[in-house]
Nanobody, 116 residues
Framework: QVQLVESGGGLVQTGGSLRLSCAAS????????MGWFRQAPGKQRELVAA???????NYADSVKGRFTISRDSAKNTVFLQMNSLKPEDTAVYYC??????????WGQGTQVTVSS
């Protein structure tokens, strides 16, 4: 079992920055691909960024060059540094852990609101 707890969301102005954290429990955290998803009102949940156990990353086109995902396996934590935030980044952000071919473990979400 993996339990995930996100933190770091909040209200920020356009162009500002936020850093989200996701603390994970479980001894197998370091072997799992971790992802950050977001869901805006009336929209489907989308994958924003992911990082595998080797540190390779991938990003949605909409956040490339602005967001950075990283992990600290010693602390069982994954981060999402978000810079140059835009109003369209407003959403609930979720941390998720992937097992086999699916993201099966999810955090409760943290709200990010970017004001124009």
């Amino acid at each position: 079992q993996v339990q995930l707890v996100e933190s770091g969301g909040g209200l920020v102005q356009t162009g500002g920055s936020l850093r989200l954290s996701c603390a994970a429990s479980g001894r197998t955290f370091s072997s799992k691909t971790m992802g950050w998803f977001r869901q805006a009102p009336g929209k489907q949940r989308e994958l924003v960024a992911a990082i595998n156990s080797g540190g390779s990353t991938n990003y949605a086109d909409s956040v490339k060059g602005r967001f950075t995902i990283s992990r600290d396996s010693a602390k069982n934590t994954v981060f999402l540094q978000m810079n140059s935030l835009k109003p369209e980044d407003t959403a609930v952000y979720y941390c998720a852990a992937r097992t086999l071919s699916s993201y099966n473990y999810w955090g409760q979400g943290t709200q990010v609101t970017v004001s124009s």
